[in-house]
């Protein structure tokens, strides 16, 4: 079933010409329109909730959407265009991750360093390319770096204390920082796999120098940290494994697991900053290498689909798939205390179908995984409330561990998700699940999604950019 609804937006603040002016840009109409397409069971599951979305793009153009589910639904919108303070509650995030230094294209005339690995064989194909063209060849990666080179980002905003770092870390920069990633990626190693390769290509300007070069992988790899932010530290728990979630080994301090580094106030670097609209300022702090810990040990073999530390940072949620099923681990912090351990469900034979989703809020966790959708009350020792058939809803709980693209909420035996999942900025499917199984599957599509740079924001207040009342 497939139900249309427009509804105009209110652009008052905009002249007439600010309104053409963004529809030529955007592409969007003064209409706004959700449609609904009711993938299984029936809307009155859904009678009397609102579903309440924020958009924002290029930092200006920010609407506000509530959308009012039922036989007979209801929207109603505001449209603003935001000044430059407005648009600052964006602007503070918490991120620790890593990339390779090489994954990309270098434009421009490039100098390279003579102590760069590959050096030699790209002068060698440089000196093989004719002016004016691209010349490209294939290698064992192994056969020039034992451990994948990465570059690291970090950045870190705590308003309670006011302390702030934002670096980024390059094993090709010289910086003053560069001693604590120098530290943190020898300690923390991704082997090369033997049987990857590398593709790279050389690019020759007219004037016969390197315009720029290209590094693929064939391998599709993934490794990179779990992390988590609490007011003491950062936890990181690392993750090697290939495309399909097979684990991989990597080399690491004291092997695999929970990793706890405090942080080390830097007296001598300040910043500046707001914090809804209020100017703080505070310390810079950066993770203390000398007091690195691991916390709770995990077997190789065992692949980590989930982690989070609670909000009151008193516990972390590890979800882990083992060979005899789907568990969740409870640990304290910051000692790492195994506090509890539960079985969720059976693991899936097949790999595509098993590869478990969670998500946290409300003092609730969904996980998603084997054909099977189980609710854990974590404020009830992790009781299970229930686990039954997903009845073909995993396909649509895609990015569930997004918490900001989700919402969770459980009440008198229903459990409702409204999930924006990757790549969905605008739209979101509607699922209902009880302990009998899922009452309720729907998409709703929003024509915003058309508009280049669409993304939801979170407000002043902090709220999610899509929640339900």
């Given at each position: 079933?497939r ?7 209110a ?8 309104i053409?002016?963004h ?11 959700i ?6 069971g ?20 920010q609407?506000d ?5 039922g036989k007979t639904p209801?929207?109603?919108s505001?449209?603003?265009l ?7 509650r964006?602007?503070?995030t918490?991120e620790?991750s890593i990339?390779?230094h090489?994954g ?5 005339t ?6 760069y690995?590959?050096?030699g064989?790209?002068t ?10 691209t010349?490209?060849t ?5 056969d020039?770096?034992e ?5 690291l980002?970090?950045?870190?905003v705590s ?14 920069v ?7 990633f120098?530290?943190?990626s020898e300690?923390?190693r991704f082997?090369v796999?033997?049987?990857d ?21 064939q ?16 936890y ?10 097979k684990?991989?080994r ?8 929970l990793y706890y580094?405090p ?7 300040t ?18 290498m ?11 073999d065992?692949?980590v689909?989930?982690?989070d530390?609670s909000e009151d940072?008193?516990t ?17 912090i ?6 509890n351990?539960?079985?969720l ?6 790999p595509?179908?098993s590869?478990?989703?969670?998500a ?14 189980a609710?854990?009350n974590l ?12 009845d ?5 709980l ?5 918490s ?7 009440e008198?035996g229903?459990?409702?998700l409204l999930n ?5 900025d605008?739209?979101f499917?509607?699922m209902?699940f009880?302990?009998?199984?899922l009452q309720f599957?729907?998409d709703?599509r929003?024509n915003?999604?058309v ?19």
């Open positions: 079933m139900k249309a609804i427009a509804f105009l937006l652009a008052a603040v905009l002249t007439a010409g600010t053409l002016l529809a030529k840009i955007w592409k969007i109409e003064e209409d706004v329109v449609t609904e397409e009711i993938l299984s029936d809307i009155r599951w859904m009678e009397g909730k609102t579903a309440e979305l924020r958009y924002q793009t290029g930092n200006q153009l609407w959407l509530s959308y009012a589910f209801s929207c109603t505001s449209f603003e935001l000044t430059k303070s407005a648009s600052i964006n602007s503070i918490n620790f990339e390779p090489y990309y294209i270098y434009t421009g490039v100098e390279l360093d003579p102590a690995p590959l050096y064989m790209i060698k194909l440089l000196d093989e390319t004719p002016v004016g063209e010349r490209s294939q290698f064992p990666t192994i020039y770096f451990n994948y080179p990465y570059r980002y970090l950045s870190y308003p309670s204390q006011m302390c702030n770092c934002s670096y980024d870390f390059s094993p090709t010289s910086q003053a920082d560069q001693c604590f120098q530290d943190f300690k923390f082997p796999s033997e049987t390769s590398t593709f790279l290509s050389v690019q020759k300007n007219s004037q016969g120098k390197l315009e720029g070069f290209d590094f693929r992988h391998e599709n790899l993934s490794y990179g940290f779990y992390t988590a932010f609490t007011d003491d530290g950062l990181l728990l690392p993750y090697y494994e290939t495309i399909d979630g684990p991989l990597g080399e690491f301090p004291e092997g695999r697991g580094l942080w080390k106030i830097e007296e001598n670097v910043f500046e900053t707001e914090l809804e609209g209020q100017p703080v300022s505070g310390h810079g702090v950066l993770p203390d000398d007091h690195l810990q691991n916390l709770f040990s995990i077997d190789d065992i692949p689909r989930y982690f530390v940072q008193h972390s949620r590890i979800l882990t798939e083992e060979s005899d099923g789907i568990y969740l681990n409870v640990l304290g910051p000692d790492g205390t195994l506090h351990r539960v079985r469900m059976d693991n899936g034979a097949d595509a179908i590869v478990p989703t969670a946290v809020q409300n003092g609730f966790m969904v996980v998603s995984a084997a054909g099977k959708m609710l854990v404020d009830k020792d992790c009781q299970v409330e229930f686990c039954v058939d997903s073909g809803a995993e396909q649509h895609y990015g569930l561990q997004e900001n693209s989700m919402v969770l909420r459980y008198d229903v459990l409702t924006q999942g990757n790549f969905r605008c739209s499917y509607a209902v009880t302990s009998d199984g599957l729907a709703y929003c915003l999604d508009a280049p740079n669409i993304h939801h924001y979170i407000p002043t207040n902090y709220d999610q950019p899509i929640s339900l009342r």
